[in-house]
């Protein structure tokens, strides 16, 4: 005697839908690979006349005036205060460092 569970059951009914949609599937994929690409419709040059350039569009104008800034600029700092402020700041720290002035002078000088 054969026992049969549900799932066997349930597979007995359901089998032949499984085989139609595997055979629908084989067929689009048929279809789809039987099918070679087609050239699309070449269309004719548009017509000008000679000389002509293509035309820009207008832009808007910025809102940033680069030509003239909002805010005058504040002149660049001398090498003689930045020296002075660099030397104020190293004092205020209290640390000792050693380091020659000239050297640096000659380094960093624009």
């Not at 054969?2 to 085989?19: D, M, Q, T």
Request: proline fraction near 14%; glycine fraction near 2%.
């Amino acid at each position: 005697m054969i026992l049969h569970n549900n799932y066997n059951i349930r597979f007995r009914y359901i089998y032949p839908y499984i085989k139609i949609i595997i055979a629908m599937i084989y067929t689009k994929i048929d279809e789809f690979l039987s099918n070679s690409p087609q050239k699309a419709p070449s269309r004719p040059a548009p017509t000008t006349k000679p000389g002509t350039a293509p035309g820009k569009t207008p832009q808007r104008p910025s809102p940033i005036r680069r030509d003239k800034p909002a805010v005058d600029p504040q002149p660049k700092a001398a090498v003689n205060d930045v020296l002075a402020r660099f030397m104020s700041e190293l004092r205020k720290n209290k640390i000792p460092l050693e380091f020659d002035l000239p050297k640096l002078k000659i380094k960093y000088n624009d």
